[in-house]
């Protein structure tokens, strides 16, 4: 059993910075795809970014490129989301995800239903 758990959300000023945590158990984060995406109020979950299966790729939607830094420990088996810069509009529950097979090296999803696991969620509030 896959299961995934995120922290390290709270209140920020804009401008400020946070670093999200996912860790991972049930098995190894390495060989498959790992994404974090978000849900605002009343707004759709959206991809924010992604290590492809064989992480040697990153992808970043673009309202957060050059702003948010995916990574991972592989020894703590956990993914991070390290966000500078922050703005109002990021506000959002955080979620990270992982699809159910690791699928080919370079594969990356970037939608909702491509990830069979998913965490509880983090919140991030951003304040002007």
């Known amino acids: 059993q896959v299961q995934l758990v995120e922290s390290g959300g709270g209140l920020v000023q804009a401008g400020g910075s946070l670093r999200l945590s996912c860790a991972a158990s049930?098995?190894?984060?390495?060989?498959?795809?790992m994404a974090w995406f978000r849900q605002a109020p009343g707004k759709e979950r959206e991809f924010v970014a992604a290590?492809?299966?064989?992480?040697?790729?990153?992808y970043y939607a673009d309202s957060v490129k050059g702003r948010f830094t995916i990574s991972r420990d592989s020894a703590k088996n956990t993914v991070y989301l390290q966000m500078n810069n922050l703005k109002p509009e990021d506000t959002a529950v955080y979620y990270c995800?992982?699809?159910?097979?690791?699928?080919?090296?370079?594969?990356?999803?970037?939608?909702?239903?491509?990830?069979?696991?998913w965490g509880q969620g983090t919140q991030v509030t951003v304040s002007s």
């Open positions: 995800a992982t699809p159910r097979a690791p699928w080919s090296p370079g594969w990356v999803g970037r939608t909702e239903r491509e990830y069979r696991y």
């Open positions: 049930g098995r190894t984060i390495s060989g498959y795809a």
């Open positions: 290590f492809s299966s064989s992480g040697g790729t990153t």
